[in-house]
């Protein structure tokens, strides 16, 4: 842990385990909205059969990075 807190130059625990709030609350909350994007797009696993899962997770990544920077 505390090479973490070097790298990311921070002092406390409290503050490391904010950080890592904020990256579980961004994960799940890409993985959650992945579903009705791609409902909207109409990407569905029927379709598309093991091709489903890596457009997902392509789709998870921006919507990540998105929410990185609102959270």
């Known amino acids: 842990m505390n090479k973490l807190k070097q790298r990311w130059g921070i ?3 409290f503050q490391l385990t904010i950080i ?6 961004t994960g799940s909350a ?3 909205l992945s579903k009705p994007f791609c409902i909207w797009l109409g990407i569905t696993k029927d379709d598309l059969g ?3 899962t890596p ?10 990075q998105l929410l990185l920077v609102l959270i």
């Open 20 to 25: 890592f709030i904020v990256f579980a609350l």
């Open 30 to 32: 890409s993985a959650w």
């Open 50 to 52: 093991y091709w489903f």
């Open 11 to 13: 002092e406390t625990n």
């Open 55 to 64: 457009v997902r997770l392509l789709l998870i990544f921006p919507i990540y």
